[in-house]
């Protein structure tokens, strides 16, 4: 007997190699954007298939923003164009999009196009599709730590405040306060690296790297990405053994829920 895994709650994507399709194919550049827009679309509803509570998907990145100006602006104008003609398809799916990242920095049509989508949505309830625009995990962990510094310095006793935070109530302070932890975490496009994505729960979530670029990753290659998840062991830190006498309803008598010399 072994502790698996069984279905992601929360599946984040990084959608990686729409420009190597197309150059494979000389094609330019924003073809291959145009045709992971269509795979993302796609992605959402096999995971809304299978009953994936929510999609992030990493959309643009704050480092992105250093790429050519004509890319960017072809990708501003993608989302601008396509996000629309999606939310009657959402609608009926039961999709809520939702945002994570700054997205004032964005082209106006591009903001509210996003804008739109939310509030259409926002009383949809079977999956989450998180649009992941201008975000960056590293701004995201700044911005929770001003954030937390800010709240304690209103608070009677500032030093007794921070020192109540610990790990789980720290990530309140984070974009995605509101968001499921990452269970999986899938990368296309063949780099072995988190591009910024998500750092927080990077800590404990699964990794899934596919050699597939974006446009060309099918349904059986989502299917083999959860059906591996579903084969791992999250031990958190713990051994297998406790994990099997956790689920088995056991208490397991040998661990010590403080850390320190004196519990050892
Ligand atoms: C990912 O594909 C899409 C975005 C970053 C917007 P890339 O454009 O990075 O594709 P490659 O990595 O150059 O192939
Ligand atoms: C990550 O892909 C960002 C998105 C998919 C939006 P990149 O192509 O920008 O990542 P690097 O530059 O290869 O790390
Ligand atoms: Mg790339």
């Known amino acids: 007997m072994s502790a698996k895994s069984a279905l992601p709650r929360h599946v984040a994507v990084v959608m990686d190699g729409n420009g190597r399709w197309a150059k494979q194919r000389s094609l330019p550049r924003l073809e291959g954007h145009r ?61 809520r999009v939702r945002v994570l990242g700054d997205i004032t920095a964005l082209p106006k049509k591009a903001q509210k196009a996003i804008e739109k989508a939310c509030t259409e949505t926002a009383a949809n ?44 109530r720290f990530r309140n302070f984070l974009w995605c306060d509101d968001l499921l932890p990452v269970d999986l975490l899938i990368r296309t496009g063949g780099e072995h690296r988190i591009s910024n994505f998500f750092l927080w729960d990077a800590a404990y979530c699964e990794l ?37 006498s956790e689920q088995s309803g056991e208490k397991c008598s040998d661990s010590f829920a403080v850390r320190g010399d004196d519990a050892l």
């Open 125 to 168: 309830s079977h999956i989450d599709l998180v649009l992941c625009l201008n975000y960056g995990g590293q701004q995201e962990v700044m911005a929770g730590a001003k954030r937390m510094c800010r709240w304690a310095a209103e608070q009677e006793d500032v030093a007794a405040a921070l020192d109540s935070i610990d790990v789980s």
């Open 208 to 244: 899934y790297f596919s050699h597939r670029y974006w446009p060309d990753f099918e349904r059986d290659d989502f299917e083999a990405a959860l059906a591996d998840y579903a084969g791992r062991e999250r031990r958190f830190g713990k051994t297998s053994e406790q994990l099997i």
């Open 35 to 95: 045709r992971g827009a269509a795979k993302a679309r796609q992605i959402v509803e096999w995971a809304a298939d299978c009953g994936i509570r929510q999609i992030s998907l990493f959309a643009f990145s704050t480092e992105n923003w250093s790429r050519p100006k004509i890319e960017v602006r072809g990708l501003m104008s993608l989302l601008a164009t396509l996000l629309p003609r999606e939310i009657a398809a959402m609608q009926q799916k039961g999709v």
